[in-house]
C-alpha cells in the first residue's frame, strides 16, 4: 500500500513557475513509477507526465513538453513536477499517481493503470 500526498500548488502569474512535490508513504516505494495527471473543470483528465520507477525512462504530454520536468528523490520518496512558464490553460487540479512494476516497464499515460492516487493540488496561472 502507497499513501500519496501532493502539495506545491497555488496561484501563479502567466510566465511564472511552481515546484509540486508527490510525497509518498509506505514500503519500497522505490518499486513504483509514477505519474502526474490534470483535470480542469469541465474537462477530462489529461496525462501530463510520467517517471519510471528507475528513473530512466520519462514522457511528457506535448502540452508540456520543454516546459516542464518530472524528476524523483527514491530517498525521500517524493516526485517532483517542476513546471515553468506556466500558462492559463495549465490551470488545474494536478494529482499524482503510483503503480508498482518490474524494473524494466516503461512509463505509461494510461490512467487506469495506476492503483494509487493522491487527491489532488489545485494550481491556478492567471492571465
Known amino acids: 500500500q502507497v499513501q500519496l500526498v501532493e502539495s506545491g500548488g497555488g496561484l501563479v502569474q502567466a510566465g511564472g513557475s511552481l515546484r509540486l512535490s508527490c510525497a509518498a508513504s509506505?514500503?519500497?516505494?522505490?518499486?513504483?513509477?509514477t505519474a502526474w495527471f490534470r483535470q480542469a473543470p469541465g474537462k477530462e483528465r489529461d496525462f501530463v507526465a510520467a517517471?519510471?520507477?528507475?528513473?530512466?525512462?520519462?514522457d511528457y504530454a506535448e502540452s508540456v513538453k520543454g516546459r516542464f520536468t518530472i524528476s524523483r528523490d527514491s530517498d525521500k520518496k517524493t516526485v517532483y513536477l517542476q513546471m515553468n512558464n506556466l500558462k492559463p490553460e495549465d490551470t488545474a487540479v494536478y494529482s499524482c499517481?503510483?503503480?508498482?512494476?518490474?524494473?524494466?516497464?516503461?512509463?505509461?499515460?494510461?490512467?487506469?493503470?495506476?492503483?494509487?492516487w493522491g487527491r489532488g493540488t489545485q494550481v491556478t496561472v492567471s492571465s
Open positions: 499517481a503510483a503503480r508498482q512494476t518490474i524494473l524494466t516497464v516503461p512509463t505509461t499515460r494510461d490512467y487506469s493503470a495506476y492503483n494509487y
Open positions: 509506505g514500503a519500497q516505494y522505490s518499486r513504483y513509477g
Open positions: 517517471i519510471s520507477r528507475s528513473g530512466s525512462d520519462l
